[in-house]
């Protein structure tokens, strides 16, 4: 911090803040360029945050002073220039550098003795103790290098190496949020644990979010500016018409159900009862929300998070009591809404992470199905969420997981599931003596708590089909306690709300964006300096031949494998498809005739369930689904296998690893061959991203082969569920029953061969795509880095030194190589 920044700070009124700005090393240039995101965490408070913008705003016109209007990235710029200035011996001034992100980047550019554009290469130190910096300097620093060689082989005349070149630069931006979902039933304390995880007080309500059943509300980082922002993403109008008719078609009186009586009267009142669907469609009812008859999301800015709840509150909570007054009925567009998503600014613990608030049996519509299905089976850890005192025997939250857990589990990708019990400070203390004892009791419950609901959870085998003990944890937690000023039971570690933000750091720390950058632009600078090398002709040739005859015993071990893995799915589907053949009958008994339930209340469940695709999602309690169901034996005879062959663990590879496994040998080529190390280093960058390429391939595809046996039977079931749902009257149940029999015991000798049949062509397509992606991105890499020379490329040997020092800091267990 210099002494114009304290000066400026003084002027202003604003003293309090120095030191602030000085923890922060803000300089003179530093200052002038800070953007929204980072006053937010210079000055939280919003008062005098808003005197030094303007403040700001004003110096910055008396000095004519031009700044980058780009976002993402000027925090970075702005801290790489305060190292820039302190640093650089070579340069005169510091300046914004041109970013991959946006290739008409208005930012300056200082420019050379011949016009051109400086190598952001002389804007940083050369030093050998390069750092430590944080990943989004380094990121910022590696971009604008391979923004500066993209813009100089753009300014060459065309070959295949540079276009190929061009097309890797483009490639290495890749993003990827980790999802945390978040279940639990209204009242069980979500709304509280979500606003202590990310340190905002009263930004949810106490049950508002999800008191509605089918609004999904993702909570995000806001990177862009200072604001609290929510995206509502509604249904389409054509698929609230065919909900309209799903939920007036139960409306005969006797079939009426209080959900679908609220979800129609908090948009129209009473009138549903009384109009058509056509009527009921009129734009007179949306005009608030023309967003909604226009197919595009409503956007909501507020400058507090208490402003962005109140707003969001028709859009997510479901209230019963529909509010009237001065003879104005209050509306609630939640039936209309997919999905919501919050961004708060600030906020580090979501950089690279989101939290899910989702409902736990999916949605009768299906757009709204889709979407949890979608999001569910991309949650890499699921946090269920219950009260303490009913944790381990209150059948709701486990009737989630366990309705769930084929999603997350071999049909997703969660590693990890957290039971989170809630409330864990709340006892009745009025006959304690002190606060020791209040103390000693909670966590002594605490202890049991967690003892009972590990020991439930071991008995789940359906759940177990599809995850470990590793992989559950119990957590509990006081949230309200945390978020007290003063606290009164319990430290603010023994309200484990600081566990569960650790874990949620860990999951940012862990994210490999800056580093797999990092290390594909040392591959790419490899290779172009690699290019301009007086490498002998004869030694390509023979690292060539050795490169080749590797990549085809490597690609013999991944294709045989995976044969291997075919032939024992197989064998577990054809097991899987005699017992659904002979089982059926028994099946249907279950599903069709189930104890427990009479007439009426069953009726009400099939006829719903066939008029949604053979799924019956209640708003509490079991999912029934009976394509889920008549699949069953096909599934469970794969879960295993499956597992095995598609571990959602990041410490295992898919194919009992042999994918991770596949290497050329690039290393030790590079110690025989010295005059080639470059382009080596270039295809050892380029077979470990094909390598995490084809693993995110592969955990999208399992998800898509282990659904397929399900949606084989869906499908095939859809006739007879059409003809099903037009039964009405006397006799209807017995009619609807004896369609669905009749249809399966027909289609039985095909239909869950066709299953079987689907599901092995999906494993064989990908085995397919697999060893060509292999085969030919390999073969081509090989090709244009040892076959192919191009002296008009650029030098960049300055670029590489420093992406080099970069790569080797970040890289675990490395030490920087001898240049």
């Known amino acids: ?67 980058t209007t780009t976002t993402n990235h000027e925090t970075v710029d702005a801290a790489n220039q305060h190292r820039t200035q302190e640093h650089d011996e070579t340069a005169d001034s510091a300046e914004v550098l041109p970013s991959t992100s946006d290739a008409n980047d208005t930012a300056k550019r200082k420019l050379g003795p011949q016009g051109e554009c400086q190598s952001p290469a002389s804007k940083i130190r050369r030093d050998t103790k390069l750092g430590p910096y944080s990943e989004e300097i380094i990121l910022s620093d590696v971009k604008n290098i391979m923004g500066y060689v993209k813009m100089k082989l753009q300014n060459m005349d065309d070959t295949k190496l540079k276009a190929f070149l061009k097309t890797k630069i483009d490639s290495l931006e890749t993003k990827k949020r980790e999802l945390v979902g978040v279940f639990g039933r209204t009242g069980a304390g ?52 065919d909900e309209l008719w799903f939920l007036k078609s139960f409306d005969d009186g006797r079939d009426r159900h209080d959900d679908d009586v609220e979800e129609l009267s908090v948009l129209y009142g009473d009138e549903w009862k009384h109009k058509s669907i056509e009527n009921l469609m009129d734009k007179k009812y949306f005009k608030e929300i023309p967003e909604f008859l226009h197919s595009n999301k409503k956007m909501l800015k507020c400058d507090t998070a208490a402003e962005l709840a ?45 939290l899910v608030d989702l409902p736990g049996n999916g949605d009768c519509n299906k757009s709204r199905d889709k ?30 997981l366990e309705n769930a857990s084929g999603q997350m589990g071999n049909g997703g990708e969660c590693q990890r599931i957290h039971f989170i019990c809630t409330k864990s400070d709340q006892i009745d203390d009025s006959n304690v003596q002190s606060a020791d004892d209040v103390r000693e009791i909670v966590l002594k419950r605490n202890r049991e708590a967690k003892n009972k609901v590990k020991a439930k959870f071991h008995k789940q085998s ?34 484990e709300i600081p566990k569960l933000q650790g874990f949620l750091q860990n999951l940012n720390d862990s ?94 469940i099939l006829k719903y369930a066939v008029g949604n695709n053979g799924a019956f999602h209640p708003k509490n309690g079991r999912q029934k689904n009976i394509n889920v169901d008549l699949s069953s034996f096909l599934t469970s005879s794969i879960d295993e296998e499956f ?44 077979e470990n991203k094909i390598k995490t390429e084809l693993n995110k391939i592969i955990r999208e595809r399992k998800k898509q082969i282990y659904r397929v046996l399900t949606e084989t039977i869906e499908k095939d079931m859809q006739e007879s569920y059409e003809r099903a749902k037009m039964e009405k009257g006397t006799g209807s149940l017995e009619n609807m029953r004896r369609i669905i029999r009749n249809h399966v015991l027909e289609k039985k000798s095909i239909m869950f ?55 080797f800091q970040m890289k675990p267990g490395s030490d920087l190589p001898s240049v």
């Not at 995880?197 to 089918?214: D, L, W």
């Not at 969001?312 to 104005?328: L, P």
């Not at 498809?577 to 009958?585: A, D, Q, Y």
């Open 1 to 67: 911090m210099d002494d114009f920044v304290r000066n400026k700070l003084r002027e202003w009124g604003l003293s309090k803040w120095v030191e602030r700005f000085k923890d922060g090393e803000v300089d003179e240039e530093c200052f002038l360029l800070l953007d929204d995101q980072e006053l937010v965490r210079l000055i939280p408070k919003e008062g005098p945050r808003a005197k030094l913008k303007h403040k700001l705003k004003l110096l910055k016109e008396e000095q004519n002073i031009t700044t």
């Open 643 to 686: 597992r095995t062959t598609f571990p959602n663990e990041a410490e295992s590879g898919p194919y009992h690893g042999v994918i991770n496994a596949f290497s050329l040998d690039t290393r030790s080529l590079t110690q025989k061959y010295k005059d080639v190390e470059l382009q080596l280093t270039f295809l050892e960058t380029e």
């Open 190 to 241: 979500k709304s509280s644990l979500i606003n202590a995880i990310i340190g905002e007080k009263n930004f949810f309500p106490s049950g508002s979010v999800s008191a509605c059943t089918s609004v999904m509300i993702q909570v995000e980082a806001n990177t862009n500016n200072s604001k609290y922002e929510a995206d509502i993403e509604f249904i389409t109008a054509e698929e609230w018409k």
């Open 462 to 495: 359906n759940i177990k089909k599809h995850f470990s003990d590793d992989c559950f944890v119990v957590y509990t937690v006081s949230s309200k306690e945390f978020l007290k000023e003063k606290k009164k039971n319990l430290s603010p570690d023994e309200t």
């Open 511 to 604: 994210h490999s964006e800056t580093l797999n950058y990092v290390s594909g632009a040392h591959g790419i600078l490899s290779l172009i300096q690699g290019a301009i090398s007086r490498a002998v002709a004869e030694k390509k040739m023979e690292v060539c031949a050795n490169l080749e005859e590797n990549m085809r015993r490597e690609l013999d071990k991944v294709r045989k494998t995976m044969e291997e893995t075919h032939l024992a799915f197989e064998k577990c589907l054809v097991g899987g498809v005699e017992k659904s053949k002979g089982s059926c009958e028994e099946k249907l008994k279950v599903i069709l005739n189930p104890t427990r339930k009479t007439g009426s209340s069953y009726h009400r």
């Open 371 to 400: 979407k949890w299905k979608e999001i569910v089976g991309s949650c890499s850890t699921v946090w269920i969420v219950a009260d303490i005192n009913r944790a381990a025997s209150e059948k709701e939250p486990w009737e989630i």
């Open 753 to 807: 061969d066709k299953a079987k049949e689907n599901m092995l062509n999906g494993l064989y397509k990908l085995k397919k795509d697999i060893l060509k992606a292999l085969d030919v991105t390999l073969k081509e890499s090989i090709e244009l880095s040892l076959k192919t020379d191009d002296n008009s490329l650029p030098d960049v040997s300055a670029e590489l030194a420093i992406v080099r020092k970069y790569y």
């Open 310 to 354: 109140a707003k969001i509150v028709k859009y997510t909570r479901s209230d019963s009591k529909v509010e009237e007054g001065r003879g104005m009925r209050r509306q609630y567009w939640w039936p209309l809404v997919k999905c919501v998503t919050v961004r708060v600014p600030g906020n580090s613990l979501l950089r690279h992470v989101t």
